[in-house]
T-cell receptor, first 113, second 111 residues
Framework: NAGVTQTPKFQVLKTGQSMTLQCAQDMNHEYMSWYRQDPGMGLRLIHYSVGAGITDQGEVPNGYNVSRSTTEDFPLRLLSAAPSQTSVYFC????????????FGPGTRLTVT | GESVGLHLPTLSVQEGDNSIINCAYSNSASDYFIWYKQESGKGPQFIIDIRSNMDKRQGQRVTVLLNKTVKHLSLQIAATQPGDSAVYFCAESITGTALIFGKGTTLSVSS
């Protein structure tokens, strides 16, 4: 199994541009989530999904959209990038009822200039 | 919302020593408390968790202690090795659908 994969690894955007961060998992996990990690901070939850067709907001959802059309994929869309969205983004997945034990991807480092 | 926090941002130990990383939490309704390890340039990795109705749980070289009276969580690593050098995060699960992470403690192990 590849586990949780994320693309791209690095991305530079200009303010106002949009883009989609890709996340996929091959473990048939129902639960998937997106976090951002800023220097000296813990991870903050952006959006999560408990299954295909179901998404919900986390702690810091503003400026981000998600969709979950399949169990495997959970893309994160930045609608109009802002410098405040410069961060490292992590996608994670877990089995049903095991939100405590999440499997994280390698992260996408995003810089918005 | 409420969040977990950590007592110390950094901890330096000698190889072979035991390490203790502490965390304070504020939400009494949390049902799980979890420790994650994050190595440089990688995503966090699950280490161990403990349910709120437990006081202690042991894994391989790690022990997690939960003191609900003072809302304190700790991770003990026995015989710390250089490969244990990483950032350690405590996290809590309140609704069973999301995790709230603390800020992290950087553990440095010197040989």
């Amino acid at each position: 199994n590849a586990g949780v994969t994320q693309t791209p690894k690095f991305q530079v955007l200009k303010t106002g541009q949009s883009m989609t961060l890709q996340c996929a998992q091959d473990m048939n996990h129902e639960y998937m989530s997106w976090y951002r990690q800023d220097p000296g901070m813990g991870l903050r939850l952006i959006h999560y999904s408990v299954g295909a067709g179901i998404t919900d907001q986390g702690e810091v959802p503003n400026g981000y959209n998600v969709s979950r059309s399949t169990t495997e994929d959970f893309p994160l869309r930045l609608l109009s990038a802002a410098p405040s969205q410069t961060s490292v983004y992590f996608c994670a997945s877990s089995r049903p009822g095991r939100v405590d034990e999440q499997y994280f991807g390698p992260g996408t480092r995003l810089t918005v200039t | 919302g409420e969040s977990v926090g950590l007592h110390l941002p950094t901890l330096s130990v000698q190889e072979g020593d035991n390490s203790i990383i502490n965390c304070a939490y504020s939400n009494s309704a949390s049902d799980y408390f979890i420790w994650y390890k994050q190595e440089s340039g990688k995503g966090p990795q699950f280490i161990i968790d403990i349910r709120s109705n437990m006081d202690k749980r042991q894994g391989q070289r790690v022990t997690v202690l939960l003191n609900k009276t003072v809302k304190h969580l700790s991770l003990q690593i026995a015989a710390t090795q250089p490969g244990d050098s990483a950032v350690y995060f405590c996290a809590e699960s309140i609704t069973g659908t999301a995790l709230i992470f603390g800020k992290g403690t950087t553990l440095s192990v010197s040989s």
